[in-house]
Every structure is written in C-alpha cells, then in structure tokens.
C-alpha cells in the first residue's frame, strides 16, 4: 500500500454489535480520514480527524489517532446491517495528496 | 449527493482502442484525483491535479493521461486499452485547504476484452 495497512481484511458481526477496525500508516500526516464504499460505488467521506487530535466522534462512529504509533481506530457502535460495506482509511501528507489504505470489508449480520 | 459525475458507469471494449473516462464536478473544487482500485478493493492514485492546466502523476504508474483546460473538467485517457487496463476507476474532488474532505464520483468499471 501506498501508506498502509488495515486490519482485519474483513470482519462479520452481528447486528447490534460493536466493529472495530484498525489502520496503520508509514509517514508524517496532516490528517487522517475514513471513507465507507458500497458494493461497486465511489466513496463517501465519514470523519477527519487532524493530526493534533486524539479522539473523535460522530453519531455512531468513534475514530481514535496515536500519531506516535502512526496508528488510527475506527469504531462503530451498535452495528445495523445497513453498516455493510467497506471502510477505508486515508492519509493527508505534506504534499497534500490522500492516500487509501487497504481497506476492510464489514459484514453486518442481520 | 456529492456533486461530482463519471461517464460511463460500465464500459465493454475491445483491446486497441482508445478511450476517454469523463469526470465533472460543480464544486468549483481546484483539485481533482483519478484513482484505480483492484479487485481486491485497495485505491491506488494515478493522476492529480491542483488546477487548470495542472497534472501530475501519481504513485502508481498508469499509461492513462489526463488533463485539466477548466476547472470542472478532468478527463482521463486510454490510447490503446489493454485487457491490463481492466478496472475500476474512480475520480475525486476536494477545495484547496488540507483539512478537508474528497468527494468520489460513481466510479467507472472499465473491461476491455
């Protein structure tokens, strides 16, 4: 990958359940994103967060950055099986292009 | 809905022939991005832009070419697609600031037989 890996590669729970998914990146960043991608569709942006934060929070969702791990969590509470879909996280650099991880593929079992 | 649209959607053709994939956004967005995702989903950057008249390659080698003569406009170009060419490509758009956001078009899903 271009700046990293997520982890798992894939992961299926059961409706209700928390999902949690990791990212690891190589170099210095501005910030760090997550992005969500339905089945054969382009990306939709979910949460920023910028390199001096530590946590962040939008309705369900929970992004944690350890800059000094180069590391970032993604955390979905009380899953629905409408949270199916791939979650990728990207890196901002210095030179202000944003770079994907691997991603991970959620299935959310009803 | 973000404001940003590939043409076509799907695209079947055959190998040798040359080819353009549309991308317009009506953001009045500066930069714009063209990515390619394996089928085994990971997005690889292959083209930017910061502006009109602006492009750069990206990480990943691609023998597609682009161009930026307006703002809304980033077409990408095959000369001659090879069966190597399949795949999916998908092209973003963001303001000029760092903290902010990309905002994806449907993508296109380009087979060439």
């Known amino acids: 990958s271009q700046q990293g890996e997520e982890d798992p590669q894939a992961l299926s729970i059961q409706e209700g359940e928390n999902a949690t998914m990791n990212c690891s990146y190589k170099?210095?960043?501005?910030?760090l994103q997550w992005y969500r991608q339905n089945s054969g569709r382009g990306l939709v942006h979910l949460i920023l967060i910028r390199s001096n934060e530590r946590e962040k929070h939008s309705g369900r969702l929970r992004v944690t950055l350890d800059t000094s791990k180069k590391s970032s969590s993604l955390l979905i509470t009380a899953s629905r099986a409408a949270d199916t879909a791939s979650y990728f996280c990207a890196t901002r650099t210095g030179a202000n292009n944003l770079f994907f991880g691997t991603g991970t593929r959620l299935t959310v079992i009803p | 809905e973000a404001d940003i649209y590939q043409t076509p959607r799907y695209l079947v053709i055959g190998t040798g022939k040359k080819i353009t994939l549309e991308c317009s956004q009506t953001?009045?967005?500066?930069?714009m991005y063209w990515y390619q995702q394996d089928p085994g989903m990971e997005l690889h950057l292959i083209h930017y832009s910061y502006g009109v008249n602006s492009t750069e390659k990206g990480d990943l080698s691609s023998e597609s070419t682009v161009s930026r003569i307006r703002t809304e406009h980033f077409p990408l170009t095959l000369e001659s697609a090879r069966p190597s060419h399949t795949s999916q490509y998908l092209c973003a758009s963001s303001d000029g600031g760092k903290d902010t956001e990309a905002f994806f078009g449907q993508g296109t899903r380009l087979t060439v037989v």
């Open positions: 170099t210095s960043i501005n910030n």
């Open positions: 953001m009045g967005h500066d930069k």
